[in-house]
């Protein structure tokens, strides 16, 4: 079975500033691993994903995570956070052998403050 | 096309009565799913459809009942409800072949009084 713990339920921060956002998950098997964003009042929508390869993945607005398998996390970074960064953000993982079900963490509140 | 439209937006509904939530998507998915949230929480899988067929249930109520009329259509039927059933239901869709990633809907905001 898979799990994932978000360390952080709630992250303020001031704009401009860096930001992590830390995941770990636990998994028998080999897993895909995403970051899923949800602005108020909409669905989730992807923000960036490793699937194999370089460990480094990087969306397009800014946001990077690195896959550490020894340390089996995937933390989520931001060197200058916008205002417009405010939401929920929902580390997951899948596995591999196929099936359906993606697990999502609890999710981390990002309040960017002016 | 890379969206997943859901309608209503909002529903409201009372304990006795029966309504359902409907979910589109033209990217050539074959697998759809329904999610449940709650306030503050992550999304909870309810049910997956794999081509058209029920893959996966998870123990969800009977009073909830999925249907896949096509390859694009996801409905969710709604019976009996109860004041706890009250929550954000999303749609999702993503490749069968790849289960790389999900494309969600903006969801349905049931209330159940």
């Known amino acids: 079975a898979q799990s994932v713990t978000q360390l952080d339920s709630q992250v303020p921060v001031f704009e401009e500033a860096p930001v992590e956002l830390r995941c770990n998950y636990s998994s028998s098997v080999s897993v895909y691993l995403f970051w899923y964003v949800q602005y108020p009042n909409q669905g989730l929508q992807l923000l960036l994903k490793y699937l194999s390869g370089s460990t480094l993945v990087e969306s397009i607005n800014g946001f990077e995570a690195e896959f550490n398998k020894s340390q089996t996390s995937f933390h989520l970074r931001k060197p200058s956070v916008h205002i417009s960064d405010t939401a929920e953000y929902f580390c997951a993982v899948s596995t591999r052998r196929g099936g359906f079900k993606t697990i999502f963490g609890a999710g981390t509140r990002l309040f960017v403050k002016a | 096309d890379t969206e997943v439209t859901q309608t209503p937006k909002h529903l409201v509904m009372g304990m006795t009565n029966k309504k359902s939530l409907k979910c589109e998507q033209h990217?050539?998915?074959?697998?759809m799913y329904w999610y449940k949230q709650k306030a503050k929480k992550p999304p909870e899988l309810m049910f997956v459809?794999?081509?058209?067929?029920?893959?996966i249930n998870e123990s969800v109520p009977s009073r909830f009942s999925p249907e896949c009329p096509n390859s694009s259509l996801l409905n969710l039927h709604l019976h009996a409800l109860q004041p706890e059933d009250s929550a954000l239901y999303l749609c999702a869709s993503s490749s069968v072949a790849t289960n790389e990633k999900l494309f969600f809907g903006s969801g349905t905001q049931l209330s159940v009084l």
């Open positions: 990217m050539g998915h074959r697998a």
């Open positions: 459809y794999s081509y058209e067929k029920l893959s």
